[in-house]
C-alpha cells in the first residue's frame, strides 16, 4: 500500500505515472455539515487529472446536486460516464438503513458512484453487477466491496484512490488525500519523481 498526504488542489500528479482505475470520493460542497473541509465546484472541476490516464475507468463518488455537478466533472477531465453504480446500505442485521442520517426530505438508505471511461481501457466486461448492498460504517465511509469489483474489472492494474483515508490504503492501491499519516511511497520511479518536486517532503 502507497500513500501521500497532500492538498489534491495543488498537488503534481504527473509525479505519481499512470493508472487503470482511478477512485474519487469527493468533499463536495453540497451543504450539508462534515467533519472535513469541501471544495468548490470550480476547484473540482479545475482538478487537473487528466495525465493519470490515457485508457482507463473513474469511479466518482456523488450525492445531492454532486449528481450533476459529478457528471460536468467527468466531461471536463475527459470522461464519459457509461453507468452508475449503487450502494444500497445496510445495518448489521443485514436489513435496509430506515433512519438515514443523511437525507433532506427523505432518509437516504442509498449511494451513488458514477462510473467514467476514457480511451479504450482494456478490462473485464459484465462480471459483476451494478449494486453493492454493505453495511453503513463510519460517516463518509465506502464499502470496501468496490475494491473486490475493481480487481475484477481490471486485474493486477495500478490503481489509485483520491480523497482516501488510512482505512483506504491497501496493496495495489496509491492513496492520496489530506488526513492520511504522512507518505508511504514505495515505487521505485514515483519515488524519485516526487523528491524532485517535493525535496522538503519526508517519504517513509
Ligand atoms: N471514501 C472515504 C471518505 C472520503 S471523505 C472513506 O471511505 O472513508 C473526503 C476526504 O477528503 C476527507 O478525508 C477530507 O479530509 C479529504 N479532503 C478534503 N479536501 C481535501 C483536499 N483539498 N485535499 C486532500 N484531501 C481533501
Same mark, same amino acid.
Given at each position: 500500500? &502507497?500513500?501521500?498526504?497532500?492538498?489534491?488542489?495543488?498537488?503534481?500528479?504527473?509525479?505519481?505515472?499512470?493508472?487503470?482505475?482511478l477512485?474519487?470520493?469527493?468533499?463536495w460542497?453540497?451543504?450539508?455539515?462534515?467533519?472535513y %473541509?469541501?471544495m468548490?465546484?470550480?476547484e473540482?472541476?479545475?482538478?487537473?487529472? &487528466?495525465?493519470? &490516464?490515457?485508457?482507463g475507468? $473513474?469511479?466518482?463518488?456523488?450525492?445531492?446536486?454532486?449528481?450533476?455537478?459529478?457528471?460536468d466533472?467527468?466531461?471536463?477531465? %475527459? +470522461?464519459?460516464?457509461v453507468? #452508475?453504480?449503487?450502494? $444500497?446500505?445496510?445495518n &448489521?442485521l443485514q436489513?435496509?438503513?430506515?433512519? %438515514?442520517?443523511? /437525507?433532506?426530505?427523505?432518509?437516504?438508505?442509498?449511494?451513488?458512484?458514477?462510473?467514467?471511461?476514457?480511451?479504450?481501457p482494456?478490462?473485464?466486461?459484465?462480471?459483476?453487477?451494478?449494486?453493492i448492498?454493505?453495511?453503513?460504517?463510519?460517516?463518509?465511509?465506502?464499502?470496501? #466491496?468496490?475494491?473486490?469489483?475493481l480487481?475484477?474489472?481490471?486485474?493486477?492494474?495500478?490503481?489509485? #484512490?483520491?480523497? /482516501?483515508?488510512?482505512?483506504?490504503t491497501?496493496?495495489?492501491?496509491?492513496?492520496?488525500?489530506n488526513?492520511?499519516? %504522512?507518505?508511504?511511497?514505495?515505487?521505485?520511479?514515483?519515488? #524519485?519523481?516526487?523528491?524532485?518536486s +517535493?525535496?522538503?517532503?519526508?517519504?517513509?
Amino acid at each position: 500500500a &502507497q500513500w501521500l498526504n497532500c492538498d489534491v488542489r495543488s498537488f503534481n500528479y504527473s509525479v505519481l505515472g499512470q493508472f487503470s482505475v482511478l477512485m474519487a470520493d469527493p468533499p463536495w460542497d453540497i451543504h450539508m455539515e462534515l467533519p472535513y %473541509g469541501t471544495m468548490t465546484d470550480e476547484e473540482m472541476l479545475a482538478m487537473n487529472v &487528466q495525465c493519470l &490516464q490515457t485508457d482507463g475507468v $473513474i469511479c466518482l463518488w456523488v450525492t445531492g446536486r454532486a449528481m450533476e455537478l459529478g457528471r460536468d466533472c467527468l466531461t471536463t477531465w %475527459g +470522461y464519459k460516464c457509461v453507468g #452508475e453504480i449503487l450502494w $444500497i446500505k445496510t445495518n &448489521q442485521l443485514q436489513r435496509l438503513i430506515r433512519t %438515514g442520517r443523511t /437525507g433532506h426530505w427523505m432518509n437516504h438508505s442509498k449511494e451513488h458512484c458514477l462510473v467514467g471511461i476514457k480511451g479504450d481501457p482494456k478490462i473485464n466486461h459484465n462480471i459483476d453487477t451494478d449494486v453493492i448492498v454493505a453495511e453503513v460504517r463510519e460517516t463518509s465511509r465506502k464499502p470496501d #466491496e468496490i475494491y473486490g469489483m475493481l480487481e475484477r474489472l481490471s486485474p493486477g492494474t495500478r490503481k489509485l #484512490e483520491i480523497f /482516501g483515508r488510512a482505512h483506504n490504503t491497501r496493496p495495489g492501491w496509491f492513496t492520496l488525500g489530506n488526513q492520511l499519516p %504522512g507518505t508511504r511511497i514505495t515505487d521505485p520511479q514515483v519515488r #524519485e519523481l516526487f523528491a524532485e518536486s +517535493y525535496p522538503d517532503v519526508p517519504i517513509d
